[in-house]
């Protein structure tokens, strides 16, 4: 947010690297200029009676900001009269600055946002694009990353320029509901073994165990311990057998899972390529709470720019609207995701982009290109915002999540 125009002067001291990345992170957090900022610290500084404590300057380097005109004097000024230099009384005051001002607590709703990805055809996507979503909710809000904030792609590929943004910070659960397994070989674990406890043997009444025993850590300095995994199990090929024998089987992987929805911000859901009961039992986890927030849960749909992913998204939309019909259940689209785009592919790719487009609701919400960089993260079995955080396709990421955050 910008301040009211004020005539301002450019002026240079200098800075610890530490304090001009907590500055940098903290007016990222609560939208405001860094100058701004310091002429805020600045101003309480001098009005205090006495000074601060010390700040550790050592290793100090060049700093440059702009405040109004006469503010950098008469601080200057008033550091001499006090004893101190005027690097020392420029770390005391972005520092007052930062104590005063506290990065902004993190929303906690009644219930987790659940993101169900999904689409009845393989291939399209939707393990990669439920594996980035879950990895930019989880990355420390004290950082910042790039984001690409352009949600959309133009025909000629042309992107808005990066912007660095703190991460989101949030406690999230991926679910590979998918019996493949890609989710979860991807990120470095195997599926659960045959005849063992699984998300399936929840969902059919039979558990062997707590499901929260079954949960798996992913590994990442930038997600903190917050982003966690319920591997799948090949048992889940037999899943709509299983909860067809159960009541209400629509609500069993509500049942399964509810018991752990107070221990995550977000669910994501990575779905089968499936258009079975287990389908139904996903995109009725997805509905619209009491009390819920539009779209703060729902259905997002990976799509490629190509006429098979057409054809699977009339029916998939064709099943889930009867669903909704048939439980009187209010339902968001967290829209349409465009994945693995190239228009080098010629008219067929820019052609089926302009029809994803022309589709207003649910609209086209991310159109993300295909970059190695996935496909390098998915060899090596490492989160892609891990194995390559800075490049274009994690700033797509990050920026398809915000979106429907």
């Known amino acids: 947010m910008t301040s009211p125009q004020v005539e301002r002067e450019k002026v240079v001291s200098k800075l610890t690297a530490a304090l001009r990345q907590a500055l940098k992170v903290r007016t990222a957090q609560?939208?405001?200029?860094?100058?701004?900022?310091?002429?805020?610290?600045?101003?309480?500084?001098?009005?205090?009676?006495?000074?601060?404590?010390?700040?550790?300057?050592?290793?100090a380097e060049s700093f440059s900001t702009w405040l109004?005109?006469?503010?950098?004097?008469?601080?200057?000024?008033?550091?001499?009269?006090?004893?101190v230099s005027g690097v020392q009384g420029l770390a005391q005051a972005v520092q007052l600055w930062l104590d005063t001002n506290p990065a902004p607590a993190a929303t906690r709703t009644e219930h987790p946002r659940r993101k169900v990805i999904c689409n009845q055809k393989g291939g399209v996507g939707k393990t990669t694009v439920?594996?980035?979503?879950?990895?930019?909710?989880?990355?420390?809000?004290e950082q910042l990353y790039p984001v690409r904030p352009a949600k959309q792609m133009t025909e000629t590929g042309v992107v808005a320029e990066l912007q660095e943004l703190p991460g989101l910070g949030q406690r999230v659960l991926l679910v590979?509901?998918?019996?493949?397994?890609?989710?979860?070989?991807q990120l470095g674990h195997e599926p659960l073994p045959m005849g063992g406890d699984s998300l399936a043997s929840h969902m059919g009444g039979d558990p062997k165990g707590d499901l929260r025993d079954l949960i798996v850590p992913i590994d990442g300095e930038r997600f903190g311990g917050r982003l966690h995994l319920l591997p799948a199990c090949s048992d889940a090929f037999l899943l709509d057998v299983m909860i067809s024998k159960v009541r209400a089987r629509e609500a069993a992987l509500e049942r399964?899972?509810?018991?752990?929805e107070n221990?995550?911000?977000?669910?994501?859901?990575?779905?089968?390529?499936?258009?079975?009961?287990?389908?139904?039992?996903?995109?009725?986890?997805?509905?619209?709470?009491?009390?819920?927030?539009?779209?703060?849960?729902?259905?997002?749909?990976?799509?490629?720019?190509?006429?098979?992913?057409?054809?699977?998204?009339?029916?998939?939309?064709?099943?889930?609207?009867?669903?909704?019909?048939?439980?009187r259940i209010e339902l968001d689209y967290l829209g349409i995701i465009v994945n693995l785009y190239d228009a080098r592919r010629g008219y067929i790719a820019t052609s089926s982009l302009e029809s994803w487009k022309a589709i207003k609701d649910p609209r086209v919400v991310a159109v993300i290109p295909d970059r190695r960089e996935q496909r390098e993260a998915v060899r090596v079995k490492q989160p892609l915002l891990e194995y390559a955080p800075t490049s274009e396709q994690a700033a797509n990421m990050r920026a398809l999540a915000r979106e429907i955050a």
């Open 68 to 83: 109004p005109i006469g503010q950098w004097d008469a601080f200057r000024a008033d550091a001499a009269a006090r004893g």
């Open 130 to 141: 439920t594996g980035g979503i879950g990895q930019t909710y989880a990355e420390d809000s």
């Open 263 to 327: 221990e995550y911000d977000a669910i994501v859901i990575d779905c089968p390529p499936s258009l079975g009961m287990s389908m139904d039992a996903a995109v009725y986890y997805g509905r619209r709470r009491t009390g819920e927030a539009p779209g703060q849960s729902g259905v997002g749909i990976v799509v490629q720019a190509e006429d098979s992913s057409a054809d699977a998204y009339s029916l998939l939309v064709s099943q889930i609207e009867d669903l909704v019909s048939d439980m």
């Open 30 to 59: 609560l939208d405001i200029d860094i100058q701004d900022a310091v002429t805020e610290g600045i101003a309480a500084w001098r009005q205090l009676g006495s000074n601060p404590a010390a700040v550790d300057t050592s290793g």
């Open 176 to 185: 590979d509901f998918d019996p493949q397994g890609h989710l979860t070989k």
């Open 256 to 260: 399964a899972l509810a018991p752990l």
